[in-house]
Nanobody
């Protein structure tokens, strides 16, 4: 059974930093794209960042510069570092495992597995 479990969310103040983790079990993340999406209250889920199977990072325009995605294949973990948090970063953050083509790296249509999400709340 494949599971992705996010952790590291919580209530923080604007300007703080957080590192979210995504632990995979039942599948090796090596050879797969690892992605992060988020869904803010009342909004649709949106792409945040991806780490391709070949090791290249991809970011949404809204997250480039403050967000950093990484992975540790040996530990089967993916990470999302968020710096200088803003109230508009408040959302449930989901990690996802994907094996689709690179043209879909910022999309969710080819996601194979989703985590349950971790809530990040940023107070002003």
């Amino acid at each position: 059974q494949v599971q992705l479990v996010e952790s590291g969310g919580g209530l923080v103040q604007a300007g703080d930093s957080l590192r979210l983790s995504c632990a995979a079990s039942g599948i090796y993340i090596a050879g797969h794209h690892m992605k992060w999406f988020r869904q803010a209250p009342g909004k649709e889920r949106e792409f945040v960042a991806a780490h391709s199977s070949s090791g290249d990072p991809y970011y949404a325009d809204s997250t480039i510069g403050r967000f950093a995605i990484s992975r540790d294949n040996a530990k089967n973990l993916a990470y999302l570092q968020i710096n200088i948090l803003k109230p508009e970063d408040t959302a449930v953050y989901y990690c996802a495992l994907d094996a689709g083509p690179i043209w879909s790296i910022r999309h969710s249509e080819t996601v194979l597995y989703w985590g349950q999400g971790t809530l990040v709340t940023v107070s002003s």
